[in-house]
């Protein structure tokens, strides 16, 4: 794992941005696209102010959700309403490039069909995992990554690569999550925090090694970074 903890909040959404350039320009020329899932959360803010000056070609890239609240889409809850209002209009991206998530079955409804989305995008049938360029994770003060939340029994799924849950710990209860199975098939893995208010998490989850959710992304071939400001990485030894 590389563990990487830069100054403050401007030099990780700098160091986010190389990142993201990097794997970005290798996934098009070897794939002709990009296929990045995103987190909601500060990450938006993150990679909002990250990609208004990248060099890269965004008509090539192909935008997934890691999670989703199952919420309407001009609720301040909604991660795609979110990314639509403070993304999208800031680049030349447009809304048929994001695969969103149709909520408008029951939850598991909405899971199912959005597996069968990124399933087709990746023009791959049932029982083949498809690989990810790379997913923007965050992580909840409680130790949860993308709607995977401590000692809840989804992290022990290991069909479904999208996963419905009804009893989220953290409002909104309804949500529909990228399972581990699928998370750790990803080409790279990256996390992006910062604040004090991450720290403590940061040194159970990526220090001490606690079976907490976000301990437990571990791209079985494939890249995992974590990117800090020094407050969230106060207890990383470098
Ligand atoms: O509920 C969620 O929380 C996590 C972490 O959010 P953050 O605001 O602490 O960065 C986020 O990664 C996930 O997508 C979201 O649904």
Redesign the pocket.
């Known amino acids: 794992m590389n563990l990487i903890v830069v100054k403050n909040e401007a030099a990780v959404i700098e160091r986010l941005k190389k990142e993201i350039e990097d794997r970005a320009e290798e996934a098009v020329k070897t794939r002709g696209v990009f296929r990045v899932g ?6 938006v803010n993150y990679l909002s102010t990250a990609i208004q000056s990248m060099k890269v070609d965004l008509s090539k890239w192909q935008l997934f959700f ?4 199952f919420v309407a889409e001009n609720d301040s809850d909604s ?1 795609y309403g979110v990314y639509k209002t403070a993304l999208i209009p800031k680049t030349s991206l447009k809304e048929e490039q994001f695969i969103w998530i149709d909520l408008s079955g029951t939850v598991e409804e909405c899971a199912h069909d959005y597996e069968k989305k990124i399933l087709k995008e990746f023009d791959m049938e049932q029982a083949v995992v498809p690989r990810f360029d790379l997913l923007l ?5 409680d130790g ?4 995977l939340f401590p000692g809840h029994k989804l992290l022990e799924e290991n069909h479904k690569l999208i996963a419905a849950i009804e009893d ?1 710990p ?1 409002p909104p209860p309804k ?1 529909v ?1 990228m399972t581990l199975p699928l998370i750790n098939n990803a080409s790279c893995c990256l996390f992006a ?1 910062c604040g004090e ?2 720290a403590d998490m940061v040194k159970k989850v990526f220090v001490d090694k606690e079976p907490l959710p976000a301990g437990l992304v571990q791209p079985t071939n494939g890249d995992l970074i974590c990117i800090l400001d020094e407050a969230a990485g106060k207890y990383v030894k470098q």
């Open positions: 995103l987190s909601g959360g500060s990450l890691c999670d989703e609240r991660t994770l965050g992580m909840g003060p949860h990554t993308c709607s989220s953290k949500r999550t925090m208010g991450k």
